[in-house]
């Protein structure tokens, strides 16, 4: 069974461009979660989907955004970029939201530069 | 608001101690608590999950116990090993919000 799958894996970005994170959840998983990791702030929540409806919001900036697809699917998106946004993007899936184990994938690692 | 505190941050023994790993929380109201290692550059594995009703859990080496009222979890590794090193964090799913709130989490050296 294939886990969450997230693309891509590396990329550098300049200074006030835009960046667009896949994530495709475990089959049959229809919550689907995002989180920033940093060296100094450890892992921070960012949103949470299910069923295409976002169901939770971390503290970030409006720079930051994301959707679920039908097919349970998940972008997130991070405009004007900034140095610090430079971090470790990881997405997780999980059956539902409350009740479940949640599964990550590898993450997304994005340097801005 | 809820906070998860691991503490030490950082633990090294010589192999094959038994390890007792602690994450404490302050807000009560949880609907579950999850234990995940991390290796370096890597996401995050699920080792343990334990439902608010639940008192322990248990995977091979590793037990999981919950203390709901007091607001701590322990995380035991028996007999550790050099595979065993990672840094492993706690998250609480908090009840109410359903927000999902991690720790720090501990990074573990185990030497050979």
């Known amino acids: 069974k294939a886990g969450v799958t997230q693309t891509p894996r590396y990329l550098i970005k300049t200074r006030g461009q835009q960046v667009t994170l896949s994530c495709s959840p475990i089959?049959?998983?229809?919550?689907v979660s995002w989180y920033q990791q940093t060296p100094g702030q450890g892992l921070q929540f960012l949103f949470e989907y299910f069923s295409e409806t976002q169901r939770n919001k971390g503290n970030f900036p409006g720079r930051f955004s994301g959707r679920q697809f039908s097919n349970s699917r998940s972008e997130m998106n991070v405009s004007t970029l900034e140095l610090g946004d430079s971090a470790l993007y990881l997405c997780a899936s999980s059956r539902t939201i409350s009740g479940n184990t949640i599964y990550f994938g590898e993450g997304s690692w994005l340097t801005v530069v | 608001k809820q906070e998860v505190t691991q503490i030490p941050a950082a633990l090294s023994v010589p192999e094959g101690e038994n390890l007792v790993l602690n994450c404490s929380f302050t807000?009560?109201?949880?609907?579950?608590l999850q234990w995940f290692r991390q290796d370096p550059g890597k996401g995050l594995t699920s080792l343990l999950l334990?439902?608010?009703?639940?008192r322990e859990q248990t995977s091979g080496r590793l037990n999981a116990s919950l203390d709901k009222s007091s607001g701590r979890s322990t995380l035991y590794i028996a007999a550790s090993q050099p595979g065993d090193s990672a840094t492993y964090l706690c998250?609480?799913?908090?009840?109410?919000?359903?927000?999902?709130?991690f720790g720090k989490g501990m990074k573990l050296t185990v030497n050979p």
């Open positions: 807000d009560s109201a949880i609907y579950n």
């Open positions: 089959s049959g998983h229809r919550s």
């Open positions: 334990i439902q608010s009703s639940q």
């Open positions: 998250a609480v799913r908090q009840g109410g919000s359903e927000k999902l709130v």
